[in-house]
Each structure stands twice: as structure tokens, then as C-alpha cells.
């Protein structure tokens, strides 16, 4: 395995990840501008391993706290959230994988996480009364995280703003949208595990080094992120992200 493989898929993972900038559609876009085969498969799981670890590590003490009382409305709001989006992976999956990750709809989901980037700014700038997570609006999160399932619509960016549209503060709204990414993560590292089975993958010695070196920059890449996004929600700046989408939603549409 070439060292370069995996610092690539290592920075695009770290960073994408939790930026609002669609972590599957980079990955799209790899395979199809640079001509970088994604099957590998052991690869992958551990870059997603890494970015489950970086998210957990940096929301250590609140999910102890949620660990200590399972029984909890933050605890409830959690399940309400990731329950839509299960529901519509099981439904749509396949479908979506096959018919839906060209380049044109990666380019039109670009565009689209732009465009919610832009209103959800618009509404929350105009809410006087910001509100905390509930059941309503965690179900209205959590029907947004299904629709990211459409590669270049970005999780974190979908999510977040229908957060933001729902009237809920924005760093609530960013700290629910990071905790709910969770058990989507864990989901498709268990889906890359047992659907292509990559524990079967040989791995040779010269695969090992860069295996190690895609983990440590996805791990580290996506504590930045995070880090990153926070302050990015602290300072209302969520159109600094929109710039890049619409510049490679047209340039990915006007690939394809």
C-alpha cells in the first residue's frame, strides 16, 4: 500500500468528517479525479475507526455522564435522532450506492449542503428565542441526518442546519449534531465489516506502516475539525464553508 493512499484518505476523513463539507462526496471524487481505487477495504474501517475515537475522546466527559444515566432525556433525544436515519439506510441503502453516486448528484448534493449552510444562517440570525434540544426538534435533526445519506449532502452540515432551523442555539445544536454521529459511525464500520468483510483482508508488512500513519492523521485531523467547527459556530461563520461548496459543486457538475 503506498504511503500517499493513506495519507490522503487519512486527511480527506479527518477532515470531512465533521467539517459541512460531505466526507463521501471527497471520497467520490477521489476515486473519480485521481483515480484512487477505494477498495481498500481494512483501510477504510480503520480511518473510520479513528474518526469514532476522535469524536468520542473529545466528548469523553458527556458521554460518561450519558453512560451513567441511559435513561436520560439527552439519552432519548439520541435515539430519536439515529432511529430515521437506521430506518432509511436499511430501506435505501442499495439504492442510493447504485443509482444516486455519480458525479452529478455528488456536485447537486455540494450545491444543496450550500444552499441549507445559508438559510439555516439567515433563520438562526433572525430567532430571538433559541431553544434547547427537545423531542420535536431531535426528530427533525435526526430525519435530516437520514437525507445525508445522499453522497455530497453533508451529515454534519444537514444536520446542523436543520438544527439551526429548528430554533435551536447553535452550540447545542453543533454538540448534538458531533454526539449523534456516533452511532452512524459505529453503523457503518459494523456495514464495512460484515458486508465486505475486511478482516479477511491479507495485509502485508508494507501494508502496516501506512495503516498506522492514515489512523494517527485521521484521528488528529478530526479532533481539529471539531475543534475547528466550534469555533466556526461561535463566531456564526458557517458561510465561510459555502464559497468551497458551490466552487466544487459546479466544478464536480461540470466534470460529469
Not at 495503516?211 to 494517527?216: C, D, H, T
Amino acid at each position: 500500500m503506498a504511503f500517499w493512499i493513506a495519507i490522503v484518505l487519512g486527511l480527506v476523513q479527518g477532515f470531512t468528517e465533521f467539517l459541512p463539507v460531505s466526507s463521501s462526496g471527497h471520497l467520490v471524487l477521489l476515486e473519480k479525479f485521481f483515480d484512487v481505487t477505494l477498495d481498500y477495504t481494512f483501510l477504510n474501517v480503520v480511518l473510520h475507526f479513528a474518526t469514532l475515537l476522535a469524536v468520542c475522546w473529545f466528548y469523553r466527559k458527556r458521554l460518561w455522564n450519558l453512560v451513567k444515566h441511559p435513561l436520560s432525556k439527552q439519552m432519548q433525544y439520541l435515539v430519536i435522532a439515529t432511529i430515521p436515519a437506521v430506518i432509511f439506510v436499511l430501506l435505501c441503502n442499495n439504492f442510493v450506492e447504485s443509482n444516486l453516486s455519480s458525479l452529478t448528484f455528488v456536485g447537486i448534493g455540494f450545491l444543496l449542503t450550500a444552499v441549507l449552510l445559508i438559510v439555516a444562517e439567515i433563520v438562526s440570525k433572525k430567532t430571538l428565542n433559541h431553544t434547547n434540544i427537545n423531542y420535536l426538534n431531535s426528530a427533525v435533526i435526526g430525519v435530516a441526518q437520514a437525507l445525508a445519506i445522499f453522497p455530497g449532502l453533508s451529515r454534519s452540515g444537514t444536520t446542523l442546519a436543520f438544527g439551526l432551523m429548528s430554533g435551536v442555539n447553535k452550540e447545542e445544536a453543533l454538540d448534538f449534531s458531533f454526539l449523534m454521529s456516533i452511532p452512524i459511525i459505529l453503523g457503518s464500520l459494523v456495514y464495512e465489516i460484515i458486508s465486505k468483510n475486511a478482516f479477511a483482508t491479507s495485509l502485508t508488512s508494507a501494508d502496516v506502516l501506512p495503516i498506522i500513519l492514515g489512523f494517527a492523521i485521521a484521528f488528529f485531523t478530526a479532533l481539529l475539525s471539531i475543534k475547528l467547527m466550534q469555533n466556526v459556530m461561535k463566531k456564526s461563520k458557517l458561510f465561510w464553508f459555502v464559497p468551497y461548496l458551490v466552487v466544487l459543486g459546479v466544478l464536480t457538475l461540470i466534470y460529469a
